[in-house]
């Protein structure tokens, strides 16, 4: 596990291939992890750098397991690219897009909420529709691991429910529809998109997996060189250093990492 900050150069020579992307996740990476959705809010610092980033790389996205809508409106940057529900919806010109084969699962995740609503009655528990995808957040309640078991239960216990994919996350549990798209297809489709040469990814949960594995495809199919970079904190999955490329410690690492990017952008251009 190598610290970003010891890697400088190596960084600094695939930010000098163009065209460049830097594609980041937002809770826990660029956001501070909060109590609850509503309340997170993504750091005035990162949201300065990545503004500034927007006018020297050819590319600056943010991909998030929120709808792209939501994501857009914390953001708040023009011509950033925005994507949404994990992958499965991007906001272009003024409205989401979505794969033919996702769209229509709508209805069978409200059909599942519907079903999934006894877990209500759990304090601490609370489902948020998401259009394409529902999530079930457990963080405030007292047992979460107990409440991970119930909504477990009740998500086998369920005809919609079981039949979606299902992703557990740090005191969330996603229900996605069962289409190959996830974080690592939106980032390849970014890659071949905008013809990318160089571009780091930053992540810190379960769903950025799939990002990082993208770069490294990228990296050994395309004229790619890129960085996986993953985001510390103590609720960190075990399986995400084993990922990446490089780490940096919480959102204030972020914040730094992202004024130097900025430094070298400007003095490059």
Known sequence: ????????????????????????????????????????????????????????????????????????????????????????????????????????????????????????????????????????????????????????????ASSKASSLRIIRQRMAIDLLPPVKGNKGTAILDLIQGYNLQGGIYLGDDVTDIDAFRAIHTACRDFNFQGFAIGILSPEMPENLTAEVDFTLNGVNDVERFLKWMSQEALESS
């Open 1 to 156: 596990m190598s610290y970003a900050f010891n890697h400088l150069d190596l960084i600094k020579e695939a930010l000098k291939r163009t065209p460049f992307g830097l594609i980041t996740d937002v809770d826990g990476t660029i956001s501070p992890t909060a109590p609850t959705p509503q309340q997170a809010k993504v750091s005035p610092l990162c949201r300065q750098y990545l503004s500034t980033l927007c006018h020297h790389l050819a590319l600056v996205a943010v991909i998030s397991g929120r709808p792209a809508t939501e994501v857009r409106d914390m953001i708040r940057i023009d011509g950033m690219i925005f994507i949404g529900n994990h992958g499965l919806e991007r906001w272009v010109k003024g409205h989401s897009e979505f794969p033919q084969n996702v769209q229509d699962y709508s209805r069978v995740i409200k059909s599942a909420i519907k079903e999934l609503t006894p877990l209500l009655s759990i304090e601490g528990i609370s489902i948020e529709d998401k259009g394409i995808t529902a999530t079930i957040h457990y963080r405030l309640c007292g047992e979460p691991q107990l409440a991970e078991k119930e909504i477990m239960h009740a998500i086998e």
